[in-house]
């Protein structure tokens, strides 16, 4: 079984603030975890991906990742926030062995950012 | 270079009528998902198929019935609309099990509306 948790619904930085997304998961085997950003009226973009390599994992946009087994976490920073990160931003996490690549999202963080 | 493209994206339906949903991919890939986004739960599966001619139950099925007859094209039909299928739904596809860490790829919904 597999689960991911969104710490935050709505996040507010200001323009040129961290940013700083939470994502904690919980999963049987080791997973494979993914990031993804939404903009309105839009479908899901990959923002970045941890498939069992570095483990600080760098993505488009100046945003990275950092899988911590110990802590089961993969939390989202970006050291400045542009107007135009406002998007709202899925954790998402996938079972590799599984037969058909499940991956369960979390709820999702509404970012904004605030001029 | 397409991706995945749904159709329609907007569309209003009267309780109890039928319609369907198309998802075309042209990236080749096995995999295809259907999924329905709501308020605060994140993405939920509907159904998936894993190649041609297959299909198989998600988390919420109930409802909904899917087709795969071509490897680039997964349909999702509503026979009966009923306002609990107010959503946005997202295709997604993934290469399949020879590609597990390459993430999914969506297409940008389908905003869905029953009264």
């Known amino acids: 079984a597999q689960s991911v948790t969104q710490l935050g619904s709505h996040v507010s930085v200001s323009e040129g603030a961290l940013v700083l997304l939470r994502c904690n998961y919980s999963?049987?085997?080791?997973?494979?975890l993914f990031w993804y950003v939404q903009y309105p009226n839009q479908g899901l973009q990959l923002l970045l991906k941890?498939?069992?390599?570095?483990?600080l994992v760098k993505g488009i946009n100046g945003f990275e990742a950092e899988f911590k087994k110990s802590e089961t976490s993969f939390h989202l920073t970006k050291p400045s926030a542009h107007m135009s990160d406002a998007a709202e931003y899925f954790c998402?996490?996938?079972?590799?062995?599984?037969?058909?690549?499940?991956?369960?999202f979390g709820t999702g963080t509404k970012l904004q950012v605030i001029p | 270079n397409a991706g995945v493209t749904q159709t329609p994206k907007f569309r209003v339906l009267k309780t109890g009528q039928s319609m369907t949903l198309l998802c075309a991919q042209d990236?080749?890939?096995?995999?295809m998902y259907w999924y329905r986004q709501d308020p605060g739960m994140g993405l939920r599966l509907i159904h998936y198929?894993?190649?041609?001619?297959?299909?198989a139950k998600g988390e919420v099925p109930d409802g909904y019935n899917v087709s795969r007859l071509k490897k680039q094209n997964f349909l999702l039909g509503l026979e009966s609309a009923a306002p609990s299928q107010t959503s946005v739904y997202f295709c997604?596809?993934?290469?399949?099990?020879?590609?597990?860490?390459?993430?999914?790829?969506f297409g940008d919904g389908t905003r869905l509306s029953i009264l």
């Open positions: 941890y498939t069992s390599a570095a483990t």
């Open positions: 999963s049987s085997v080791p997973p494979y």
């Open positions: 198929s894993v190649g041609e001619g297959t299909t």
């Open positions: 997604a596809s993934h290469p399949g099990a020879d590609r597990r860490n390459q993430p999914q790829h």
């Open positions: 998402a996490v996938s079972d590799p062995t599984g037969g058909y690549q499940k991956v369960t």
């Open positions: 990236m080749n890939h096995e995999y």
